[in-house]
T-cell receptor
């Protein structure tokens, strides 16, 4: 079964600094990979997804992620953090042809002015 | 399109009571899922459905029932509520034509006392 590891439950970043959230996955077949963002008291919103096309995926709000098969990773980055980026971020994986989505435990991002 | 809707938004139950969480989608998606979100645990899959009349268990199905009589609706039933079921519940829908990207509802916050 597929699984996701996200390290560091809380991540602090200074405003204007690089945001880097790490995601490693386990899957026995080619995966679909997703990053979702959750603002306080809201549902989950898709940031970006990888579906076996380009390995560098650009998403909303200036975020991007790179699929690296050799490292089984799908790290999320944003060059310059903004106060509005304070939220919880979840990496998720599903296997090709499989609706079942496995989530990581999430990263709570705090942006320091 | 309303997307995925959930009712109620908040609910308090006493131990042993039963209730149904409602979920509906208007995107004609084949797949629908229920997740629960607990602090530090990410989202865990409770039950899912690949079409009307077809349901299956996810990672944490005990204490919950589902049915899918129409494409649009996917209610989640708590048979006899327990304090361990205090959580935030999210419904999601997806389609293989969109690489199983899951669209989430706003959530139901359930407290069992």
């Amino acid at each position: 079964a597929q699984s996701v590891t996200q390290l560091g439950s809380h991540v602090s970043v200074s405003e204007g600094a690089l945001v880097l959230l790490r995601c490693n996955y386990s899957s026995s077949v080619p995966p679909y990979l997703f990053w979702y963002v959750q603002y306080p008291n809201q549902g989950l919103q898709l940031l970006l997804k990888y579906t076996s096309a380009a390995t560098l995926v650009k998403g909303i709000n200036g975020f991007e992620a790179e699929f690296k098969k050799s490292e089984t990773s799908f790290h999320l980055t944003k060059p310059s953090a903004h106060m509005s980026d304070a939220a919880e971020y979840f990496c998720a994986v599903s296997e090709y042809g499989n609706n079942r989505l496995a989530f990581g435990k999430g990263n709570q991002v705090v942006v320091i002015p | 399109n309303a997307g995925v809707t959930q009712t109620p938004k908040f609910q308090v139950l006493k131990t042993g009571q039963s209730m149904t969480l409602q979920c509906a989608q208007d995107m004609n998606h084949e797949y629908m899922s229920w997740y629960r979100q607990d602090p530090g645990m990410g989202l865990r899959l409770i039950h899912y459905s690949v079409g009307a009349g077809i349901t299956d268990q996810g990672e944490v199905p005990n204490g919950y029932n589902v049915s899918r009589s129409t494409t649009e609706d996917f209610p989640l039933r708590l048979l006899s509520a327990a304090p361990s079921q205090t959580s935030v519940y999210f419904c999601a829908s997806s389609s293989p034509t969109e690489a199983y990207e899951q669209y989430f509802g706003p959530g139901t916050r359930l407290t069992v006392t």
